[in-house]
């Protein structure tokens, strides 16, 4: 924590004034652990060194972790919206994933999140798992008509007891057609229920709930990350600071700012970031944005460029593009091939 608060203050003494910030967003782990004095001790320091819109402050939670204290001191603060981590509503899969948490639970954190006045709450969920009833999960959520629903497919990561298990056969993984199976059938679920699709993996029930700070990121907008492991953003310089606890604490105590990467992006590299961010939303990429960022024309260096083979899995509207929703099942792929057509 007093490492925590002291990079945000060496931040603005190194980099002086910075501008309005629309979104504020705490994660990349389990802020919800943190007691309710300690999430105020960061935000008040937040709050004393930027000029806060309180557009969008958002709090990523594990369910078991929701108490009626804790959402009242969120909400007191300025935390308007809670990502919520319920992953699934199947006890089998939730017991698989190692999840703490079970489907009353899951229930109990959201109607205690909206008994403190927080409405805007997404629940996050993992598809793609073997043995998962997807459309039961899905029921279960329905009935509470979350604002907002993000889904993620399973990722088996290195070094952990899922890749193990999968490694010598215990957990087999799906195939990926029946990986975009499970895919079409959440779409088709979501969007039956009133649920717009934004972007490949999010979807709400209005465009009000859509998540303003992660279109940052697929808008390609300027960020800062402050903590260990964190990221950010600004004119073109990106830096990730170290994942070590030990050493991001020893590098705050030598009043020096904890990076153990920076790089200046160049500006074929800042066009294919965009490109690749920018088509991960169902509005696609704005062909006058492209120009406002980069001042060269959308349409010239790559719109007049895609052969017509790759006419079903894209949209050209005027000079902006999209993935039709055959493109967003093989994203990867198609945007590998963009990436090639641009010099």
Not at 203 to 222: I, P, Q, R, T, V
């Amino acid at each position: 924590m007093q490492a925590l608060c002291g990079e945000i203050d060496l931040f603005k003494k190194l980099n002086g004034e910075a501008g309005p910030v629309r979104t504020v967003y705490i994660g990349g782990g389990t802020p919800s652990l943190l007691s309710p004095v300690q999430l105020k001790t960061i935000l008040d320091k937040i709050k004393s060194e930027f000029i806060l819109l309180n557009h969008e402050n958002t709090i990523e939670a594990n369910p078991e972790d929701i108490t009626p204290e804790k959402a009242d001191c969120w909400k007191i603060n300025g935390i308007n919206r809670v990502s919520l981590g319920f992953q699934s509503m199947e006890e089998k899969i939730l017991k698989f994933l190692e999840r703490k948490n079970t489907a009353v639970s899951n229930i109990r954190a959201f109607n205690v999140l909206r008994d403190a006045g927080i409405k805007n709450i997404s629940i996050d969920l993992i598809a793609c798992i073997r043995g998962e009833i997807i459309h039961k999960t899905l029921d279960a959520i329905l009935t509470l008509k979350p604002p907002h629903i993000s889904v993620y497919q399973l990722s088996i990561e290195n070094k952990t007891r899922l890749s193990i298990d999968a490694g010598n056969g215990n957990y087999v993984p799906l195939s990926d057609m029946t990986c975009l199976r499970h895919y079409r059938e959440i779409c088709r679920i979501l969007r039956d229920a009133g649920y717009i699709q934004y972007e490949i993996s999010n979807f709400a029930l209005e465009e009000k709930y859509f998540c303003s700070h992660n279109m940052n990121y697929w808008d390609y907008g300027e960020y800062i990350g402050f903590g260990a492991g964190a990221s950010g953003c600004i004119k073109g310089n990106r830096w990730t600071n170290t994942s070590s606890l030990k050493n991001y604490s020893a590098f705050i105590d030598r009043r020096i700012l904890p990076r153990d990467f920076t790089e200046k992006i160049d500006r074929e590299t800042a066009i294919r970031e965009f490109i690749m961010l920018g088509l991960r939303k169902t509005g696609g990429i704005s062909g006058d944005y492209f120009e406002e960022l980069f001042k060269t024309n959308l349409e010239k260096i790559l719109i007049s460029r895609i052969p017509s083979g790759l006419d079903p899995f894209l949209q050209k509207n005027g000079n902006s593009l999209s993935l039709t929703e055959r493109g967003f099942e093989v994203s990867n792929r198609i945007i590998t091939e963009l990436w090639n057509l641009i010099s």
